[in-house]
């Protein structure tokens, strides 16, 4: 076992025993919220959790956005883990099916981890409806390539079927806009909510050439 490949298998079992301690922590003061206001409490809960998703969503967009069109495989740091799986994906779609659950969320849960730390010393003064927001972007984020592992199943078992036909988790079908070339679209991949926006305001075309130009005009400096 390559080290790697240890990283990854941490990373995962970390991140799952900071969610629970985290939501361990949150627990309380919503319990206490619900036995005054349960009407309330329910509408402010599924709110954050709204929230936390579409946070997730926009961040994977961004993330595959920027890991498609900028740098490459020798980026320091990103290149290997980011930018190489993005890139090879597109001649080998099929490939991310045959990555284990620890392959396909490790290096996930390593960038998630970092911001996860920075937040249980800020959780005080937060909201408990931030932090369930929170805590389930975080949570969202660490799932979207296991989401997006399932877009690219030809027969996904029913269950997952049922998620992705309502739009709970990325659709198949939506995600194949992605994979048509030029592959410059949809790159939204938690649950693709944010692709027909972007779509509609072309989104992360302005976004492109804003940062080329940003790039050309340091470079002329």
Same mark, same amino acid.
């Given at each position: 076992?390559?080290?790697?490949?240890?990283?990854?298998?941490? &990373? $995962?079992?970390?991140?799952?025993?900071?969610?629970?301690?985290?939501?361990?922590?949150? #627990?309380? &003061? %919503?319990? !206490?919220?619900?036995?005054?206001? *349960?009407?309330?409490?329910?509408?402010?809960? $599924?709110?954050?959790?709204?929230?936390?998703?579409? !946070?997730?969503?926009?961040?994977?967009?961004? $993330?595959?956005?920027?890991?498609?069109?900028?740098?490459?495989?020798?980026?320091?740091? %990103?290149? *290997?883990? %980011?930018?190489? *799986?993005?890139?090879?994906?597109?001649?080998? *779609?099929?490939?991310?099916?045959?990555?284990?659950?620890?392959?396909?969320?490790?290096?996930?849960? #390593? $960038?998630v981890l970092p911001v996860m730390s920075v937040y249980y010393f800020l959780e005080e003064s937060l909201s408990v409806w931030v932090s369930f927001s929170f805590l389930f972007s975080m949570t969202s984020i660490v799932l979207t390539n296991q989401f997006h592992k399932w877009a690219h199943f030809e027969n996904p078992p029913r269950w997952i079927s049922m998620l992705q036909t309502t739009g709970l988790i990325l659709p198949r079908t939506m995600h194949s806009l992605h994979h048509t070339p030029p592959f410059s679209s949809h790159y939204c991949i938690t649950c693709g909510w944010l692709n027909p926006l972007f779509e509609f305001v072309k989104f992360f075309p302005k976004l492109k050439t804003s940062i080329e130009s940003i790039f050309l005009l340091n470079k002329k400096r």
């Open positions: 076992m390559n080290l790697h490949r240890k990283l990854e298998i941490t &990373s $995962v079992f970390l991140f799952l025993v900071s969610s629970i301690f985290l939501f361990w922590n949150i #627990l309380p &003061s %919503f319990y !206490a919220y619900w036995q005054t206001s *349960p009407f309330t409490s329910g509408f402010y809960f $599924v709110l954050s959790l709204s929230a936390g998703y579409i !946070a997730a969503d926009f961040f994977s967009g961004m $993330v595959h956005f920027l890991c498609d069109n900028f740098g490459d495989e020798n980026t320091r740091y %990103f290149g *290997p883990a %980011f930018i190489q *799986p993005f890139r090879m994906h597109h001649s080998d *779609p099929i490939d991310i099916t045959k990555h284990d659950f620890f392959e396909t969320n490790g290096n996930t849960c #390593l $960038v």
